[in-house]
T-cell receptor
């Protein structure tokens, strides 16, 4: 158990809908990262928050947004969903602000299926 | 931005044999190279990492080598066991490099009895 909690584990929805994925980082970790994992593209970095502030942005679509709350949990909002958004969404956390300073601890992911 | 290429995409070995997975990176500023193991239904987990001031690092049956000149690094697993079967991801990150950890596309390792 990594200590990172993601909910829901599975989510099935229709095209055009909006969903929210939730992540609780390990106790004491200030950084939260969101990654998208699809079959043919590996782990794609979406966005990172550190202590409530956006720290880095990757290949995140404009239809997607995220935030980190004062209690350090994070939410990833996906809107106007398309079939291609079906993927496994991972949250990871770490103590430091930079990913090259130590281990990222990954949750078990939220599997999104868009029909 | 950084681009990490990983080969092979699938690897099948006999139990007890060695397995080698190779990655190349594009950003010469990258200085941190972790390897993650993802078991079925779970999130990736760090198994070993190496920094650019070191050429090789070993932890029991796992070793990683780094060639900064050629911009490639490799994961070596010796005496493979069935529990080594998983997807392995290499990654690279640079200090100040947009604060991103870029992953390779993964290698599905299967250790056969």
């Amino acid at each position: 158990d990594s200590g990172v909690t993601q909910t829901p584990k599975h989510l099935i929805t229709a095209t055009g809908q909006r969903v929210t994925l939730r992540c609780s980082p390990r106790s004491g970790d200030l950084s939260v990262y969101w990654y998208q994992q699809s079959l043919d593209q590996g782990l794609q970095f979406l966005i990172q928050y550190y202590n409530g502030e956006e720290r880095a942005k990757g290949n995140i679509l404009e239809r997607f947004s995220a935030q980190q709350f004062p209690d350090l949990h994070s939410e990833l909002n996906l809107s106007s969903l398309e079939l291609g958004d079906s993927a496994l969404y991972f949250c990871a956390s770490s103590v430091a602000s930079a990913p090259n300073t130590g281990e990222l601890f990954f949750g078990e992911g939220s599997r999104l299926t868009v029909l | 931005g950084e681009n990490v290429e990983q080969h092979p995409s699938t690897l099948s070995v006999q139990e007890g044999d060695s397995a080698v997975i190779k990655c190349t990176y594009s950003d010469s500023a990258s200085n941190y190279f972790p390897w993650y193991k993802q078991e079925l239904g779970k999130g990736p987990q760090l198994i070993i990492d190496i920094r650019s001031n070191v050429g090789e690092k070993k932890d029991q049956r796992i070793a990683v080598t780094l060639n900064k000149t050629a911009k490639h690094f490799s994961l070596h697993i010796t005496e493979t066991q069935p529990e080594d079967s998983a997807v392995y991801f290499c990654a690279a990150s640079a200090t100040g490099g947009g604060n991103k950890l870029t992953f390779g596309t993964g290698t599905q390792l299967k250790v056969e009895l």
